[in-house]
């Protein structure tokens, strides 16, 4: 019979304790915050596309999605001179927001908010594991703080924006590289790529300099991530369509036949 081991038991409890305050941020975010007061509109357009193509197959792209996300964020349709709240962002960004689908707007915007808490510190982290930085515990303490708290930061959490996470995948990607750990470097950098103004050019650059490095694993995992992201797009994208077509198509027999 083999015991838990101090550093088994070291991550069960850290992994509970992260688990618990991330609960307890959720809850007590919702209760004093997005139940009171709505927004966090960076996210809803892709929330409401993630919801109507989940539980209804309807493209993020259309009108109708469309003039949801501007109802939710205006109540009522934009205006010529406002946002147009459109899902202007690759197929698969929506993969990110499934999970917030199965919420109401305001759990999902408090889970939001305390993932994106989690993700500055954690791009924080990252950031000095980068730069091999190891500062004593007063100053760490004091910068984890800070890059929860400065303006940049801050506005990312309130409007619960996605470049938060993007961020944290492309820092998360360059440490990767410099460690060498290859597949989790490539995987990292395509994710990020759901925010493509972020990283237009660090992608083909990253991938141009593996080819001539040679660095054969980094290439082949950034290549083959996104194939899958862009296959499962195309795929997804026409599942979604072929099922409207077929609700519409059987809509008119099954409304005749039940009239009979």
Same mark, same amino acid.
């Given at each position: 019979m ?10 069960i #409890?850290l992994?509970?304790? /992260? ?7 959720v ?11 709505p ?10 596309? $993630? ?6 197959? +309807?493209?993020?792209?259309? *009108? ?16 010529? *001179? ?15 927001? @499934?999970?917030?689908?199965? &919420? ?5 915007? $408090? /889970? ?10 954690? @791009? $924080?982290?990252?950031?000095?594991r +980068?730069?091999?930085?190891s500062?004593?515990?007063l ?8 890059? #929860? ?13 996605? !470049?938060?996470?993007?961020? %944290? ?6 440490? !990767? ?10 995987? #990292? %950098?395509?994710l ?15 991938? @141009? ?12 995992? =950034?290549?083959? #991530? ?7 797009? &195309?795929f997804?994208?026409?599942?979604g369509? %072929?099922?409207?077509?077929y609700? =519409? ?12």
């Open positions: 083999k015991f838990i081991t101090r550093r088994s038991l070291f991550m #409890t992994i509970t304790l /992260i688990t618990t305050v991330f609960v307890i941020g809850i007590f975010t919702h209760n004093t915050f997005t139940v009171r007061f927004g966090g509109n960076d996210s809803l357009p892709r929330y409401v596309a $993630a919801r109507a193509w989940l539980f209804e197959g +309807l493209s993020p792209y259309s *009108d109708e999605v469309t003039a949801r996300a501007q109802k939710m964020v205006y109540g009522r349709l934009a205006k010529p *001179d406002e946002d147009r709240q459109r899902f202007a962002y690759p197929f698969y960004t929506i993969f990110f927001y @499934i999970p917030l689908a199965f &919420f109401t707007w305001d759990w999902a915007q $408090a /889970i939001g908010i305390v993932t994106l808490e989690f993700a500055m510190i954690l @791009i $924080a982290v990252f950031s000095m +980068l730069y091999r930085w500062p004593p515990p100053i760490l303490g004091a910068t984890l703080l800070w890059a #929860t708290i400065w303006y940049h930061a801050v506005r990312t959490i309130i409007v619960v924006q996605f !470049a938060g996470i993007a961020a %944290l995948l492309i820092v998360t990607s360059l440490w !990767a590289i410099k460690e060498k750990r290859e597949i989790l470097g490539g995987i #990292t %950098l395509a990020a790529s759901a925010k493509p103004q972020m990283l237009f050019l660090l992608l083909p650059l990253i991938g @141009i300099w593996s080819i001539f490095a040679r660095r054969w694993r980094l290439t082949l995992s =950034l290549s083959i #991530t996104m194939s899958i992201l862009l296959a499962s797009s &195309f997804f994208c026409q599942a369509f %072929l099922l409207c077509k609700k =519409l198509q059987i809509t008119p027999n099954t409304l005749t036949s039940a009239h009979h």
